[in-house]
């Protein structure tokens, strides 16, 4: 069964460096997003993506963050400067339609840890 | 603002019973609602969508109902199994794009 794959699956980071959390979506999605879930928490979304722009962003996804579609598998998140309150696991997921009252099953990938140190 | 509320309170029932769990939301209409599935340090993995034309979908032990009056979803799993707990996640549409809005979630504990 198709999946949507993330690595790494563990990420550690000092306080200000560059992070990049990679996705590979399922092959005939159109649809992209990026998620977060701090520890304890519930998942929150961060950002959508379809059609090689941003659809959608949430008032986390600041410009601190940025997304990319480098190759025609490939779905990253970047986080510039990462802050100690950007661990979380962050979770790539895929649709293959959109809203609009028929439904928008998502599916999500196993997720990336990242600490911040 | 939109709202969506689980009972944040652990479920632990008994082998073989129905558990019940209940997503309330308030503040929007949302078309339809899903129901998703999480176990610890995983993503969500999607189990039913429920439209608001429709009272109640099943899908195996599962079944899940909508009532768009009472602005509520319940989601019922017979014959539960130890197998089957898990933190179980209310998810309507996020406004009017494609977002999920996730609720906090309900743990399920199921005990032999």
């Known amino acids: 069964?198709?999946?949507?794959?993330?690595?790494?699956?563990?990420?550690?980071?000092?306080?200000g460096q560059e992070v990049i959390l990679r996705c590979v979506p399922i092959s005939n999605h159109l649809y992209f997003y990026w998620y977060?879930?701090?520890?304890?928490?519930?998942?929150?979304?961060?950002?959508?993506?379809?059609?090689?722009?941003?659809?959608?962003?949430?008032?986390?996804?600041?410009?601190?963050?940025?997304?990319?579609?480098?190759?025609?598998?490939?779905?990253?998140?970047?986080i510039r400067s990462t802050k100690l309150e950007d661990s979380a696991m962050y979770f790539c997921a895929?649709?293959?339609?959109?809203?609009?009252?028929?439904g928008n099953i998502q599916y999500f990938g196993a997720g990336t840890r990242l600490s911040v140190l | 603002s939109q709202k969506i509320e689980q009972n944040s309170e652990?479920?632990?029932?008994?082998?073989?019973?129905?558990?019940?769990?209940?997503?309330?939301?308030?503040?929007?209409?949302?078309?339809?609602l899903q129901w998703y599935r999480q176990d610890p340090g995983r993503g969500p993995v999607f189990l039913l969508l429920i439209r608001e034309n429709e009272k109640e979908k099943r899908k195996e032990r599962l079944k899940v109902?909508?009532?768009?009056?009472?602005?509520q979803s319940l989601f019922h799993i017979t014959a539960s199994q130890p197998a089957d707990s898990?933190?179980?996640?209310?998810?309507?549409?996020?406004?009017?794009?494609?977002?999920?809005?996730?609720g906090t979630g309900t743990q399920l504990k199921v005990e032999l």
Not at chain 1, 2 to 15: A, D, G, I, K, L
Not at chain 2, 65 to 71: G, Q, Y
Request: proline share 5%.
């Open chain 1, 1 to 15: 069964e198709p999946e949507v794959t993330q690595t790494p699956s563990h990420q550690v980071t000092q306080m």
């Open chain 1, 94 to 102: 895929s649709s293959e339609t959109i809203a609009g009252g028929g």
């Open chain 2, 65 to 71: 109902t909508f009532d768009t009056t009472l602005k």
């Open chain 2, 10 to 32: 652990a479920l632990n029932i008994q082998e073989g019973k129905t558990a019940t769990l209940t997503c309330n939301y308030t503040n929007y209409s949302p078309a339809y």
């Open chain 2, 86 to 102: 898990a933190t179980y996640l209310c998810a309507p549409p996020g406004g009017g794009g494609n977002k999920l809005t996730f």
């Open chain 1, 36 to 78: 977060r879930q701090i520890l304890g928490q519930k998942v929150e979304f961060l950002v959508s993506f379809y059609n090689n722009e941003i659809s959608e962003k949430s008032e986390i996804f600041d410009d601190q963050f940025s997304v990319e579609r480098p190759d025609g598998s490939n779905f990253t998140l970047k």
